[in-house]
């Protein structure tokens, strides 16, 4: 009996079968989930207020810099699950502090946003990716045929979480972007180097990981659903422009629904073939995330404009929501559609995107959005399906 209690609360943490049958989310993984989006959140919020205020630019750099921790974070901690979660004591309690990370982050998000102090959230990221060194190495010890592949995250990762420490020293008169930047393109560059390693590339589960990117999109898309309430809901408080008002509510809902239904479409695990094609996959819905959470922030900016709160014109408040979209079609398309597919539906989503971009130079960009995508669903249920898929 003492044996069975030990087992539980320490489990040697070797590699999952990649082909395991029933491999699906964990309650752990969803409740991670629930908690990153919370991030997601406190990012979009900012966005939506630096629109409706004409500082685009700004909102623009602090919303894409927060998202990228964020998703990386969560990234990251999908991946090694899908190929390590042993779902024992110490497992959950090293999940749990990189859930708290992930809290800490979204209290440092408005210090980001308006104060360029990101001291919070940076302690919130570093918080979460060494919890996921400690994660690395419990495997490098358990998994010997792994094991330079695990070192080799531990280090990389662990390293770089000293120079993000460091970044906080940079005086305020150097640019913050360029630094930035080159440290993401090294957490960018660790996976791409330790999947590389002798021992071979970690078992992750094809279809546990697509299941696991798909949950979070619906998870994105619901907070933005969320945001767009709760600004539809202050605006109907005033009990001023009402009609306006519920005709951006039901063409704000139409567009999020079709946003959903052309991801989920068809099935995506069979893009996962290979190595290179599961980091393209993995690293391309970046976009895809950050651009479903930006579609909130757009919600919110429209109905600002429509009760005169925005200080910005008809032109700007419609690229705030059709830029969104646009960049979630593109990416869609590159990701899960032009793989796998040939015939119209290759056309289809590009020049839907090319569209999105134009319906803020015409009155009703929100509706005529709604419009578009009702178009794009019908050609992807209709034709789309009658083309054969290249692979699978």
Known sequence: MSEQRERRFLTPMVGR????????????????????????????APLHHSIAEHHVLHGL????MVFFAIWWAWMNFTWFASAYDTDDDVYRITTFVQIAGALVLAAGVSPAFEESDFRVITIGYVVMRLALVFQWLRAARSDPR????????AIGVGALQVFWLLRLAVPESWPVVPVFVLLVILELAVPIWAERAPGGPTTYHPHHVTERYGLFTIIVLGESVAAATVAFRGALDEGEHVAGLIQLAVSGLVVVFGLWWLYFDRSAHHLLSSLRASMLWGYGHYFIFASAAAVGAGLGVSIDHVTHH?????VLAGYAIAVPVAVYLFFVWLLHIRPHQSGPMLAAFPVAA????LTPLAPATLELLAVLLTVLVAINVTLGRRVPDRVG
């Open 17 to 44: 079968s990649s082909d395991e049958q029933f491999r699906v989310s964990t309650p752990l993984e969803l409740f991670f989930d629930l908690c990153f989006v919370v991030a997601v959140a406190q990012a979009a």
């Open 61 to 64: 750099r602090g919303f894409l």
């Open 146 to 153: 792994r094991r330079a592949t695990a070192l080799r995250y």
């Open 310 to 314: 925005a200080e910005i014109s008809s």
């Open 354 to 357: 090319v569209l999105a971009l």
